[in-house]
């Protein structure tokens, strides 16, 4: 039997495949419990491989320490079905066996691979793209979805998630003009496409349009918004920086209690933009209750320390801005530790997750000289370790307040008349500027 892209499928029941194209559906547009939904299809269709890839990959796009044994449970049953498995999910389970290993390198190359042979796989494209974006890998953001375009056409169902990744890739390449009209054409075809509308919330965001960025996230509010979305957190993060960068704190904390964090989830995800949000007001000397606190206590309970290096960054701004000494120590001594291991993280962690985690730590002490000193080499190369450049833009605050607060005037005149002209029509950038001057 073929799926909905005329791929086959070496098992399954037609029950189970529609079961498998609402998960896939689910995770398209981040409506819905994926996982919850592909069980339903292996509780009557154990032998369904593709629900069993589909259960481990959409685990793995939490990249957390906490879902490898639940993504090591489908791999064995995928090992069982191999014999009974195509080429195509074949390599799907050599992608997801190398993600379990600790090469997330090779888990890419392994997707990038079956791209090639099969470009209308749609669960590997947004896979592979989601992993760029763990990776910080700008140029495979934009260039995976171009490199698979040409299989697909404007009637194809799922051709509008095609654009929204290829906006946001644009984005990150610095192609503004042409990512908002791409994510804008996106969400023409399919409006609750959480992806596209954040990758225009990402052009604004980097070209300093609080404003109008305001007026785009609330018109779109019901498609983004609803309870059963699970990137909501991360748009109203969007919505809460441009109140930031306004000085409207108030605002930002009520979308921090409203949607960014209404309630102590452990997912990494949800915690590193509640963190970040939270660091922002922190480097402002903004007062936010007891919130840290809560954020605090989700990082120490969810020991993930030294498995992914960015989620080591956000874990150590919550203990630095409570005080933590110990966990602080703690979560450097895992980076060393990871650092000196193999695989993928080890190699962020030691390109840029240890001098930033140290960093932090320093900022926190108020040696802020040494803050200067670490950040400096590492705030261009930090998209090594992940993220986007508005979430690895606390970097960069981070480094212009240490120079201010630590008297280095010259740095910090330098880095603030970078930054505003790179953002020459916001407010915040400008205040930043006129500290230093």
């Given at each position: 039997m073929n799926d909905q892209r005329g791929l086959v499928i070496s098992s399954g029941t037609a029950a189970s495949q529609d079961i498998f194209?609402?998960?896939?559906?689910?995770?398209?547009?981040?409506?819905?419990?994926?996982?919850?939904?592909?069980?339903?299809?292996?509780?009557?269709?154990?032998?369904?491989?593709?629900g069993h890839v589909l259960r481990a990959e959409v685990l793995i796009t939490l990249w957390e320490r906490s879902v490898v044994p639940k993504v090591q449970e489908s791999l064995d049953r995928l090992h069982a079905l191999q014999s009974r498995s195509n080429d195509r999910e074949r390599a799907h389970v050599l992608a997801i066996s190398r993600w379990v290993d600790g090469d997330w390198d090779g888990m890419r190359i392994a997707l990038e691979r079956l791209l090639?042979?099969?470009?209308?796989?749609?669960?590997?494209?947004?896979?592979?793209?989601?992993?760029?974006?763990?990776?910080?890998?700008?140029?495979?953001?934009?260039?995976?979805?171009?490199?698979?375009?040409?299989?697909?056409?404007?009637?194809?169902?799922?051709?509008?998630?095609?654009?929204?990744?290829?906006?946001?890739?644009?984005?990150?390449?610095?192609?503004?003009?042409?990512?908002?009209?791409?994510?804008?054409?996106?969400?023409?075809?399919?409006?609750?496409d959480s992806w596209a509308h954040h990758a225009v919330a990402?052009?604004?965001?980097?070209?300093?349009?609080?404003?109008?960025?305001?007026?785009?996230?609330?018109?779109?509010?019901?498609?983004?918004?609803?309870?059963?979305?699970?990137?909501?957190?991360?748009?109203?993060?969007?919505?809460?920086?441009?109140?930031?960068?306004?000085?409207?704190?108030a605002q930002a904390l009520a979308l921090y209690d409203r949607g960014i964090r209404p309630e102590p989830i452990g997912v990494q995800l949800m915690m590193l933009d509640a963190t970040a949000l939270l660091w922002r007001m922190h480097l402002n000397g903004a007062d936010v209750g007891t919130r840290w606190d809560e954020l605090a206590d989700s990082y120490e309970q969810s020991k993930e320390a030294g498995f992914y290096a960015f989620n080591d960054m956000h874990a150590m701004a919550a203990y630095v801005a409570t005080g933590r000494?110990?966990?602080?120590?703690?979560?450097?001594?895992?980076?060393r530790v990871s650092a000196a291991g193999q695989g993928t993280n080890a190699r962020m962690i030691r390109e840029v997750g240890l001098p930033i985690v140290q960093a932090i730590d320093a900022f926190g002490k108020g040696r802020f000289a040494e803050t200067v000193n670490l950040l400096l080499p590492v705030r261009y190369k930090a998209h090594a370790f992940g993220g986007s450049h508005a979430q690895r833009d606390i970097v960069h605050r981070t480094l212009i307040e240490a120079a201010l607060r630590g008297g280095d005037r010259t740095m910090a005149r330098a880095l603030t008349q970078e930054r505003t002209a790179q953002k020459s029509h916001c407010a915040f950038s400008w205040g930043l500027r006129q500290r230093a001057a």
């Open positions: 194209e609402r998960a896939l559906a689910a995770l398209n547009v981040y409506r819905g419990d994926a996982v919850a939904i592909i069980e339903e299809a292996l509780a009557v269709d154990p032998d369904f491989v593709m090639a042979d099969y470009p209308r796989d749609l669960l590997a494209l947004q896979v592979n793209h989601l992993a760029d974006f763990f990776h910080g890998d700008r140029d495979n953001l934009r260039a995976r979805p171009e490199r698979v375009m040409s299989a697909w056409s404007a009637s194809d169902p799922g051709y509008g998630l095609l654009l929204g990744m290829h906006a946001f890739g644009l984005e990150e390449c610095g192609q503004y003009a042409l990512a908002e009209d791409i994510g804008r054409r996106a969400l023409d075809l399919n409006a609750d990402h052009v604004m965001e980097m070209q300093a349009r609080q404003v109008e960025g305001l007026a785009f996230m609330h018109s779109r509010e019901a498609h983004w918004a609803q309870a059963d979305n699970g990137f909501a957190f991360h748009n109203w993060w969007h919505t809460a920086l441009f109140h930031l960068d306004q000085g409207q704190h000494t110990r966990a602080a120590q703690d979560l450097l001594e895992a980076a």
